[in-house]
Nanobody, 129 residues
Framework: QLQLVESGGGSVQPGGSLRLSCAAS??????????IGWFRQAPGKEREGVSC????????RYIGSVQGRFTISRDNAKNTVYLQMNNLEPEDTGVYFC????????????????????WGRGTQVTVSS
């Protein structure tokens, strides 16, 4: 059973930066076989895909509002995926979740929540002056 634990959330002022981490664990885990996504949910809003990365070739997708400000990356040796968030805006506030789906090393990436079967519990990000 794959387990995901997010960390790195917090409160920052607009323009600030945070780096979120998603640590994966499980018996026989090979993180390189999984596509990983970062999703967020603001109060009263639906969960949305922020950024996703493929299992192979590190193909990435970003929602338009974070393009150029956020960077997703993965370190398979550490079983960890990161989301570097720069120039944060109040609209980035929400609970950020990481999710994983076994794609057996494929290079396609889908950034929709229904595609992912394993989820972490989330970490809160608050951007406010």
């Amino acid at each position: 059973q794959l387990q995901l634990v997010e960390s790195g959330g917090g409160s920052v002022q607009p323009g600030g930066s945070l780096r979120l981490s998603c640590a994966a664990s499980g018996p026989g885990l090979i993180l390189g076989h999984y596509a990983i996504g970062w999703f967020r949910q603001a109060p009263g809003k639906e969960r949305e895909g922020v950024s996703c990365i493929s299992a192979r070739d590190d193909i990435t997708r970003y929602i338009g509002s974070v393009q150029g400000r956020f960077t997703i990356s993965r370190d398979n040796a550490k079983n960890t995926v990161y989301l570097q968030m720069n120039n944060l805006e109040p609209e980035d506030t929400g609970v950020y979740f990481c999710a994983a789906e076994l794609t057996l090393g494929s290079n396609y990436v889908i950034c929709e929540s229904k595609f992912y079967s394993s989820w972490g519990r989330g970490t809160q990000v608050t951007v406010s002056s």
